[in-house]
């Protein structure tokens, strides 16, 4: 059986934490609803990609609720400064953060990037009385090379908050629940609307990302 491979490394401090999303016929692929929609406008890209970061020397870059609420308030302002870029998922943990984008033009993520770790490094120094880095180094941008890669990548990133012990669809700082609730216009949900020939594509989601192993 051909398995098709996507690893995603999410920097934690000093370990690595890997996960792989197998695209087998024996993995998450086989409970997706059949037929689904292909051929989804890819030619705007391939410019999906899963970014991730941690803090510099294992420090928790979210302490408090006040700075998830801040980084998601710089990444709104950043994604308004780059009209080029969209949100498709997020999911905010204390050590690192992890986004599903779009680009439209090459070096745009990273543009917008720029502008999003800035921004909150500025506000954490101060807010902190800190100097020097908050992020551990660079993002580390995987990119994903099909719709199915991106389906399942948001679903494993929805998962990511179970590592804080709260419940997938309780969790406040994951764009899960803008899905749910069809909140944050600043979240691009037409790929997943589109992407499942059913107009209950939110139940989709939902199973789909609650059976993640």
Same mark, same amino acid.
């Given at each position: &059986?051909a398995?098709?491979?996507?690893v995603v490394?999410? !920097? ?7 996960? %792989? ?8 692929? *086989?409970r997706? /609803?059949m037929? %689904? ?13 899963? !970014?991730? *970061? ?5 420090? !928790?870059?979210?302490? #408090? ?15 308004? $400064? ?11 943990? /204390? ?7 779009? =680009?439209?033009? /090459?070096?745009e993520?990273?543009?917008? &990037? ?6 909150y490094?500025?506000y ?9 880095k908050?992020?551990?180094g660079?993002?580390?941008d ?11 990548a ?5 998962t990511? #908050? ?16 803008? %899905?749910?609730?069809?909140?944050? /216009? ?8 589109? %992407?499942?020939?059913?107009?209950s594509y939110?139940? =989709?989601?939902r $199973?789909?990302?609650?059976s993640?192993?």
């Amino acid at each position: &059986m051909a398995v098709l491979g996507i690893v995603v490394i999410q !920097v934690l401090g000093n370990t690595f934490s890997t996960m %792989y999303l197998l695209l087998a016929h024996d993995s998450c692929y *086989n409970r997706f /609803p059949m037929p %689904y929609r292909t051929s989804l406008d890819w030619e705007r890209g391939p410019g999906y990609s899963i !970014v991730t *970061n941690a803090g510099h020397s294992r420090q !928790v870059i979210f302490r #408090s609720s006040d700075d998830f609420d801040h980084f998601t308030l710089v990444m709104k302002r950043a994604l308004k $400064r780059s009209p080029d870029v969209n949100l498709l998922g997020f999911c905010l943990i /204390p050590l690192s953060f992890t986004l599903l984008l779009h =680009e439209n033009r /090459p070096g745009e993520i990273a543009r917008f &990037m720029h502008r999003l770790s800035v921004a909150y490094s500025v506000y954490f120094n101060s807010h902190y009385g800190k100097q020097g880095k908050v992020f551990r180094g660079p993002y580390k941008d995987t990119s994903l090379g099909s719709e199915d890669a991106v389906i399942a990548a948001l679903c494993r990133i929805h998962t990511l #908050s179970t590592s804080e012990g709260s419940s997938i669809e309780t969790y406040t700082w994951s764009s899960y629940k803008h %899905y749910l609730r069809q909140s944050g /216009p600043w979240i691009d949900k037409a790929f997943v609307a589109h %992407y499942f020939a059913s107009e209950s594509y939110l139940d =989709e989601l939902r $199973r789909i990302t609650q059976s993640q192993p």
